[in-house]
């Protein structure tokens, strides 16, 4: 046995030399440790070993299998050897480079716009309480989107029943910040917000709104025109102008809605069906946001002085505002994840 061991390994070290490729470190496997290998034939004789014996060439044989199999392997690691050499010249396996999505990139556009004139940008809560979703905003309990079907409400337990929502706006961030911080602010502040609307290509059930707003003691309507007016011509175009048309939200008072000027066709209102601006359907304007002086009783739920404190407010929906400046169709093309749509807005 002592023999037929040593014989094995002399010729296994000659064949060892002679690799060249993984397919011949296979075949010698299978040579020497396979199922019909003259290794398995010497360790099938054991059994037939007087006792003391057995132990001995037991473990020889072992040590043997141990001896090849890490010369296999140590070969096995030489990076598949010669036949496989590293091209040096092959092209590289391309990584694809994640970037911020459009929306995003819109919303911190907007954002910085209005932090550059010294507002500070705050993050609300996706889920609110009721009442600063509805009645701090003064939305009184008959307003229709207190119904359950016009807002997704949270099943939390009998007690909080109603009480926890998804916000529907990015408003009621106003009331945060104004029940906790006294006056003068200025405040920005980005989110998402949720309605049960039907999907189409402008409505669903998730959006992004941006909220602004600000509060001191003489505030007044034209610093609201100010920084709408400085805000539209830093994002759309140094030309823009605005329009306000009368409007009623509760929480504001006076309210109003603002349109641009097309930044397309600059306005010009074309009727000729044909040669209609696709942007703004040849109306010359697109309405981008609401906005409104904050109503007294707003501020009054927040616990600041009316008589002294005056304050704006304006709110925008930012898959809108991107449409309108990329001239974007439908707003599910936003959640798709489709990279060749969102590639055209990767930096
Ligand atoms: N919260 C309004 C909405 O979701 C948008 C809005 C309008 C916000 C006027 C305001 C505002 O702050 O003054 O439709």
């Not at 400085?230 to 175009?237: C, G, I, K």
Request: charged residues 30%; glycine residues 6%.
């Amino acid at each position: 046995m002592e023999n037929e061991i040593k014989r094995l390994e002399e010729e296994f070290q000659k064949d060892f030399q002679e690799i060249k490729s993984s397919k011949d470190l296979e075949a010698l496997r299978i040579k020497y440790l396979g199922r019909k290998s003259a290794f398995m034939q010497l360790f099938s004789r054991i059994p037939t070993l007087a006792k003391e014996e057995k132990g001995i060439w037991g473990k020889k044989l072992n040590t043997f299998k141990n001896k090849i199999t890490s010369l296999l392997e140590s070969k096995a690691g030489q990076g598949e050897n010669n036949e496989e050499k590293i091209d040096l010249t092959a092209p590289s396996v391309s990584r694809e480079e994640g970037s911020r999505h459009v929306l995003s990139t819109v919303s911190k556009e907007i954002c910085s716009i209005f932090e550059r004139l010294g507002f500070i940008t705050i993050e609300g809560k996706e889920i609110e309480e009721e009442w600063y979703n509805f009645e701090a905003l003064n939305i009184p309990s008959e307003h229709p989107s207190r119904e359950d079907f016009d807002t997704f409400y949270l099943d939390i337990g009998e007690k909080d029943k109603g009480k926890y929502l998804l916000r529907s706006h990015t408003s009621p961030s106003q009331i945060r910040v104004m029940k906790e911080s006294k006056p003068p602010l200025a405040v920005i502040s980005p989110g998402r917000v949720y309605r049960p609307d039907e999907v189409d290509a402008t409505h669903s059930f998730m959006f992004h709104q941006i909220e602004g707003f600000a509060v001191a003691k003489d505030m007044n309507f034209a610093h609201l025109k100010g920084v709408l007016l400085h805000f539209v011509r830093e994002f759309f175009s140094t030309g823009v102008e605005l329009r306000f048309r009368p409007h009623f939200f509760p929480f504001t008072e006076p309210s109003v809605e603002v349109d641009i000027s097309c930044f397309i066709c600059k306005n010009k209102k074309v009727e000729d069906s044909k040669k209609k601006c696709s942007v703004c359907k040849g109306k010359g304007w697109l309405e981008i946001l609401g906005c409104g002086m904050i109503h007294p009783k707003v501020l009054k739920a927040c616990g600041i002085d009316f008589k002294k404190y005056k304050g704006f407010a304006f709110g925008m929906g930012v898959e809108r505002i991107a449409m309108l400046k990329y001239g974007i169709n439908d707003i599910r093309l936003f959640y798709e994840n489709d990279v060749r749509f969102l590639k055209q807005f990767s930096l």
